[in-house]
T-cell receptor, first 113, second 111 residues
Framework: ETGVTQSPTHLIKTRGQQVTLRCSSQ?????VSWYQQALGQGPQFIFQ???????GRGNFPPRFSGLQFPNYSSELNVNALELDDSALYLC????????????FGEGSWLTVV | KNQVEQSPQSLIILEGKNCTLQ??????????LRWYKQDTGRGPVSLTI?????NTKSNGRYTATLDADTKQSSLHITASQLSDSASYIC??????????FGAGTRLFVKA
């Protein structure tokens, strides 16, 4: 049990739709990162938020966007879904940007049909 | 280019045997290296974390080594158990809090 919870655990969307995934960080953690993990691949960094501001971004298009709230919970939004967006989306929280200890949630499985 | 490469891609061993997984990286500057265990469909769980000055770190039956000069790391699993069946991911943190994940080694432990 890492204290990081994600919702929903599974969902199916149609190509072109929009999706919002949610993450509740471990208490006291002000940094959250989102990752996309395709089947059989390692996680790919999407972006990181620190104290409600984006603090780094991977090689993902602008239709991937995020938010971090004052209570440090977070959202990942994906617009205009494509079939290749089907993946496990992982949220990870840490106490600070140095991420000496990172705790992952169980992920949200997104299937785009 | 910052990269983390793991080998082998997959591995099958018998219960009770030992195995060693490899990780080579080109991430620079280097901050730390971590090994994670990821069960199918679950989030990764941290096994070890090593900084530049650490050569070896153990966590139960898991022992990680780091050679910062050759930019290589290994994860040794002793007396494997069926529950060790999972993906093992090597992660390197570089400058600017950049985190690079390897693709993982898929380990299957058979009875």
């Amino acid at each position: 049990e890492t204290g990081v919870t994600q919702s929903p655990t599974h969902l199916i969307k149609t190509r072109g739709q929009q999706v919002t995934l949610r993450c509740s960080s471990q208490s006291g953690h002000n940094t959250v990162s989102w990752y996309q993990q395709a089947l059989g691949q390692g996680p790919q960094f999407i972006f990181q938020y620190y104290r409600e501001e984006e603090n780094g971004r991977g090689n993902f298009p602008p239709r991937f966007s995020g938010l971090q709230f004052p209570n440090y919970s977070s959202e990942l939004n994906v617009n205009a879904l494509e079939l290749d967006d089907s993946a496990l989306y992982l949220c990870a929280s840490s106490m600070d940007r140095r991420q000496n200890t990172i705790y992952f949630g169980e992920g949200s499985w997104l299937t785009v049909v | 280019k910052n990269q983390v490469e793991q080998s082998p891609q997959s591995l099958i061993i018998l219960e009770g045997k030992n195995c060693t997984l490899q990780c080579n990286y080109t991430v620079s500057p280097f901050s730390n290296l971590r090994w994670y265990k990821q069960d199918t469909g679950r989030g990764p769980v941290s096994l070890t974390i090593m900084t530049f000055s650490e050569n070896t770190k153990s966590n139960g039956r898991y022992t990680a080594t780091l050679d910062a000069d050759t930019k290589q790391s290994s994860l040794h699993i002793t007396a494997s158990q069926l529950s060790d069946s999972a993906s093992y991911i090597c992660v390197v943190m570089g400058g600017g809090f950049k985190t690079i994940f390897g693709a993982g080694t898929r380990l299957f432990v058979k009875a």
